[in-house]
């Protein structure tokens, strides 16, 4: 007998978000339906009974998976069913993961897997918004150890109002569109963009939605206790040796102290580091020296590390490279440095290099978005690849991996707003990490602005972008903001807060917390420091180049761009694609037309400004209106008795009538010379307004012979006697012979 618990949740504007459990997927360890409206999440979570031998991290998967069949759609491809996760699945995975991970226990190492299922959607609501309350209640309901619960939610603002979950309609009118993961007490990640707003406006932004995080956290505390699942199970995964911990801590802390505040650059540290360790297991005899041993001392002098890192930083100011908490490492810059991409840059600072290109396509190069709830068409992109060798590890490069999608988004969202909305061209950005020591993502921006200004394209504003980190003590009583952050301060610290913008505001920005009670006046004083990093990269980047190439490079494509009346769209394209591949093959131009907005958008691309032209010309010359007046290159089309038709615009014939070819009497066309094929100027002197066929003449575009006489125009004729009304019988017509219609001819 199934015996489903309820909880519901009021969003404040109507909408109500519901929880059940006890209802599917019962032999999980924890299963909840999550619903607002038409749309239905189901989350499950499921955790191994014990850790993988010599496993010390939180092997933790989260999987997000929407069913066409939720759209009641049919997915796409040969075998019509769902496929490998979209770039879209992956990013709203990474935002539920992001959040959990730092709170499951430090020791706890079983392996956790979370899958979020979108089963009904009706196109309004985001799903993605729901997904980290979804997880995070199925681990409410478990017995799985975690330190939530958490929520996640999206805020918008919305004509200055903070909206919180908004529809998709709602979101395109957004100048703040931001994710946010909290527990009832702290925030926990952050990921968004925004249109150039102030560090003010996010912050409200984050606070707008922690206070609706709060209520959902609460809902599932409610949930857990209904359910009788406060009790979490019992686990044991780490060995421990108190006394050799503190003999680690003891022998190894001052060199690895020393080695903190030594100033020496990331493999020289490394080594150094892993000296310390080393000579402290050579202590030990090779029997003594366990695998369960060696275990614990890597684990406690990971502990060491920490400390001494963190112990350089709070108590003398010092970073492990030498720098002040607000110093930037060292930057230099060079564009225009590959010969074969539309644009490309090298941005290093310190020891994070990216090499990025620039490539400009035609409209057969948009991305095409084919998502559950998402379709359209994509002209900016940005993908980013981490190689091995960009850290100096020796392992072969297989794919994409899900922080390379992360890390391009993040990017991609920071950049996308400076492209013009009516730029003819698709753009595409590839960053290339050439090496990794800390904030890569943000090196990304800053090499994609360089490139895409060496690619001429017209960007609103540079962007720039850093990447902040803490370190604090006493729930932040005592702290450190960080700015530049390398990669151990990232691992090491308490905080990842990556930030991107123009000098006027932010564009985009990721947080990741990983400690209890940062306030908002530590957030605060990081956007300001922040703020103050990313201007001085910014003069860097302007310093090396001041101002956006003012044409595209020799070997990038032409575009052109023209708007027709929807009416000639099918004339352009013609019977079968006939004319507009016409057009291609003469001109060598391509040519993609289609209508937007109740008109005709033609994009024309060529390889040089000729080509170009040349395709303009044939089209403007198929969707002018012939005006009277004017004179037009014609080709005769055929030849007849009284005169000959000429084809002056493409698919529109003129009748040249034989008084009009020349000022002297001809009798036949042939003796002005003319035959079919042959081309004339003309000029259109009138158009029937009953039948709308066009009058042309040759004759007014010469000379008028001298002494030439007109004739003199016909007499008016008088009103004409009325006809005898015509009997019934058809013998009383005279009758009729060849030449009837011609009164003036006699027998």
């Not at 019509?80 to 990013?91: F, Q, T, V």
């Not at 004339?571 to 016409?582: C, E, L, N, R, S």
Request: charged fraction near 30%.
């Amino acid at each position: 007998m199934l015996n489903p618990i309820n909880k519901t949740i009021e969003l404040g504007d109507g909408r109500v978000i519901t929880i059940e459990t006890g209802k599917l997927a019962k032999q999980a360890d924890g299963a909840v339906t999550v619903r607002m409206g038409n749309t239905v999440l189901l989350a499950t979570v499921c955790a191994a009974k014990d850790a993988n031998p010599g496993v010390d991290f939180m092997p933790l998967q989260v999987e997000y998976k929407e069913k066409f069949s939720a759209f009641g759609r049919f997915p796409g491809g040969f075998t019509k069913r769902e496929g490998k996760a979209s770039d879209y699945e992956i990013l709203t995975a990474r935002l539920v993961d992001r959040a959990l991970r730092p709170l499951f226990p430090d020791n706890y190492h079983a392996e956790v897997y979370v899958n979020i299922i979108l089963f009904s959607a009706d196109g309004e609501d985001m799903p993605d918004a729901l997904a980290g309350l979804a997880a995070s209640a199925a681990l409410a309901v478990s017995d799985i150890p975690f330190n939530g619960p958490i929520s996640e939610v999206r805020v918008a603002r919305i004509d200055g109002q903070y909206v919180i979950d908004p529809t998709f309609a709602q979101l395109e009118k957004a100048d703040i569109d931001i994710m946010v993961g909290a527990t009832l007490d702290n925030i926990m990640m952050v990921e968004g963009e925004m249109n150039e707003v102030q560090e003010a406006d996010m912050l409200d932004a984050i606070k707008a939605a922690h206070e609706a995080i709060k209520v959902q956290c609460q809902a599932q505390i409610e949930l857990m206790e209904a359910c009788g699942k406060t009790v979490k199970r019992e686990y044991c995964h780490e060995v421990n040796d108190d006394d050799l911990r503190k003999d680690v801590h003891d022998k190894c802390y001052a060199k690895a102290y020393e080695v903190a505040t030594s100033g020496t650059d990331k493999h020289q540290r490394a080594d150094a580091f892993d000296a310390i360790v080393e000579e402290y297991k050579a202590q030990f005899t090779e029997e003594e020296l366990t695998d369960e041993k060696v275990e614990m001392i890597d684990r406690y002098y990971h502990d060491v590390e920490k400390e001494a890192m963190r112990r350089a930083i709070l108590d003398e100011g010092k970073r492990l490279d030498g720098r002040k908490t607000t110093e930037i490492r060292p930057i230099w810059i060079e564009t225009d440095c590959l010969p074969g991409p539309h644009g490309s840059a090298i941005f290093t600072r310190g020891e994070t290099q990216s090499l990025s290109s620039v490539t400009l396509g035609t409209k057969d190069d948009e991305k095409i978005i084919d998502d559950v709830l998402v379709h359209g068409k994509e002209r900016f992109l940005l993908h980013y690849n981490f190689p091995p060798f960009s850290t100096g590890e020796a392992k072969v490069q297989r794919g994409v991996g899900r922080r390379e999608i992360g890390h391009g988004h993040l990017a991609w969202r920071a950049l996308k707003r400076m492209i013009p909305e009516n730029y003819p061209y698709v753009v595409r950005v590839m960053s290339d990490i050439l090496e990794s020591n800390g904030s890569s993502s943000m090196a990304t921006v800053c090499a994609g602005t360089l490139a895409l200004r060496d690619a001429g394209v017209p960007m609103k504003k540079p962007v720039s972008g850093i990447a902040m980190g803490l370190i604090s003590e006493n729930h932040g009583t005592n702290y450190a903001i960080l700015s530049d952050i390398l990669g151990d301060e990232d691992h090491l610290g308490d905080m990842d807060f990556k930030v991107t913008g123009t000098k006027d505001g932010i564009t985009a920005t990721q947080m990741d917390i990983k400690v209890d009670g940062l306030s908002y006046e530590i957030l605060e004083r990081a956007l300001a420091q922040a703020r103050e990093g990313r201007m001085y990269i910014l003069d860097k980047i302007m310093e090396a180049q001041p101002e956006t190439r003012a044409d595209l490079k020799p070997h990038a494509p032409r575009i052109e761009t023209m708007t027709v009346g929807k009416e000639f769209i099918g004339a352009i394209i013609g019977p079968g694609g006939k004319i507009i591949q016409g057009i291609q093959e003469k001109t060598g131009a391509a040519i993609s037309i289609e209508e937007i907005d109740g008109v005709g958008k033609v994009e024309i691309s060529g390889c040089n400004k000729s080509t170009i032209d040349a395709a303009i010309r044939a089209i403007k010359a198929i969707v002018a209106v012939p005006e009277v007046g004017e004179v037009y290159e014609g080709k005769i089309s055929s030849i007849m008795p009284y005169g000959a038709f000429v084809e002056f615009m493409p698919g529109k014939d003129g009748l040249l009538h034989i008084s009009e070819i020349d000022w002297k009497r001809l009798d036949t066309v042939e003796q002005a010379g003319l035959k079919e094929g042959d081309q004339i100027t003309v000029k259109l002197v009138d158009i029937d307004p009953k039948t709308g066929k066009f009058k042309l003449s040759h004759r007014v575009l010469i000379p008028k012979p001298e002494g030439y006489e007109e004739r003199p125009p016909r007499a008016e004729r008088g009103p004409r006697p009325e006809r005898a009304p015509r009997g019934n019988n058809n013998n009383n017509h005279a009758p009729r012979n060849n030449n009837q219609g011609h009164p003036n001819h006699q027998d």
